[in-house]
């Protein structure tokens, strides 16, 4: 199932000798620091004592490991601090004093009464980079709600244009919490960029509304100045039509599903000559247009459906191939982790991790100059001694902060 990386030629990482440090929990900020420790920074993951990140206990679906952490936490190094205790705030201090970046995504204001503000820390360390990832932003009416990843999705409108025309459907992932973390991610890059050429750091303020809302851009402009948005059409488009999926099989007793998408008139003619066989429905009246076939669609599925059902999803698959007719199939996730070019790619490798190893896939894209970092998921405060010994503290004291439960 797993076909491991092709090595790449160089060692040198972007973010080498970058140093970030996180206060995170959940998905947005710790997605975002991953894919900053991908390109070689020292991630630095602050966790409660103990319990640690509170997506450790998500579910145990892998190996007794939480899937959402297991995702989002490879590559980092896990520090335990009970902040409230003043050595381990001091502890924190130290750190911030010398680090690239700092990410929370703490309750908004929170890291302000601890003293954690942009602000505050500008004063120890001016070429600090403060992300604060939120729900809503650090100012105006909505600051203080509570951002659940589905709230998010209700609030950016997501919800009102996704699922059937029955019922809105929220996104089978966590597209709120994953738009924030790449905004975050990006802007931090940039901020980095900046500082290159300015020597100072940047205050990144990135709420979770306005990430998701980037994305609904399309459907926010379909809907320019009071036009009806986008209708719910489940899994097909909502403008264009065929587009989506149709069943294949049925009258053969061999049922599947295809999904498939035509794009103009040149295409909707090919479809009708050399998948459905019929070259006279490109110019019927009822269907030689996208606006009439989308108007039609049902008439026009009838007719789709009836070709189908009778022919196996290779069978369709291969009318399609041969007619250059863009398609897919609906695949698990099981067919995912089996997908061949995903294999093909190399995209699949092992990371350690306090189960075992297990499989991770590589981040998008293909560089041929570095190899991105691939290293372990650590266990909660597994690195809290090393660190706290780095910051010059000697064993005695780490015994007396961990008596003191402030590690």
Excluded at 5 to 14: A, E, I, V
Excluded at 175 to 181: K, T
Excluded at 218 to 241: C, D, M, N, Q, V
């Amino acid at each position: 199932m797993i076909a491991l990386m092709k090595k790449q030629h160089g060692s040198l990482r972007p973010l080498d000798h970058i140093t970030v440090v996180s206060l995170e929990h959940a998905i947005a900020a710790p997605f975002c620091t991953r894919q900053l420790a991908d390109l070689g920074a020292r991630v630095i993951k602050v966790e409660r004592p103990e319990v640690g990140d509170f997506a450790r206990g998500y579910d145990q679906r892998v190996n007794g490991m939480s899937s959402h952490f297991t995702w989002t936490n490879r590559s980092k190094e896990s520090l335990t601090l009970d902040i409230k205790h003043k050595g381990a705030m001091d502890a924190l201090l130290k750190l911030l004093k010398t680090a690239d970046v700092f990410v929370q995504n703490l309750a908004p204001g929170a890291t302000a009464k601890l003293g954690l503000s942009a602000d505050e820390l500008k004063k120890i360390n001016p070429r600090l980079i403060v992300c604060d990832i939120s729900g809503y932003g650090s100012y105006g009416p909505y600051r203080d709600k509570k951002a659940y990843d589905l709230l998010i999705q209700s609030e950016a409108g997501f919800l009102s244009v996704t699922g059937t025309p029955e019922s809105p459907s929220k996104a089978g992932c966590s597209i709120a919490d994953i738009a924030a973390g790449m905004y975050a991610y990006t802007n931090i890059l940039s901020a980095l960029m900046l500082r290159d050429k300015t020597g100072v750091g940047s205050h990144i303020d990135l709420s979770m509304l306005e990430s998701l809302a980037e994305w609904m851009s399309f459907p926010l402009y379909y809907a320019y100045e009071g036009a009806l948005p986008p209708a719910r059409s489940g899994a097909s488009h909502a403008t264009i039509y065929p587009y989506g999926p149709f069943p294949v099989g049925t009258a053969i007793g061999k049922p599947a599903t295809v999904i498939l998408g035509l794009q103009n008139e040149r295409e909707w003619q090919i479809f009708c000559e050399q998948v459905l066989l019929d070259p006279a429905l490109a110019t019927d009246e009822r269907f030689n247009s996208n606006t009439k076939r989308h108007e039609g669609r049902a008439a026009l599925k009838a007719l789709i459906d009836a070709c189908f059902a009778h022919l196996s999803i290779a069978d369709v698959e291969a009318r399609l191939d041969d007619a250059k007719i863009a398609n897919a199939r609906m695949n698990g996730m099981a067919d995912v982790w089996d997908h061949p070019q995903l294999a093909a790619r190399h995209r699949w490798q092992y990371v350690e991790s306090p189960v075992g190893d297990v499989p991770a896939l590589l981040p998008p894209g293909v560089n041929n100059e570095f190899n991105y970092r691939m290293d372990a998921i650590p266990a909660v405060g597994e690195h809290t001694d090393a660190i706290l010994k780095e910051l010059g503290l000697g064993a005695s004291a780490i015994a007396d902060m961990r008596t003191a439960g402030a590690i």
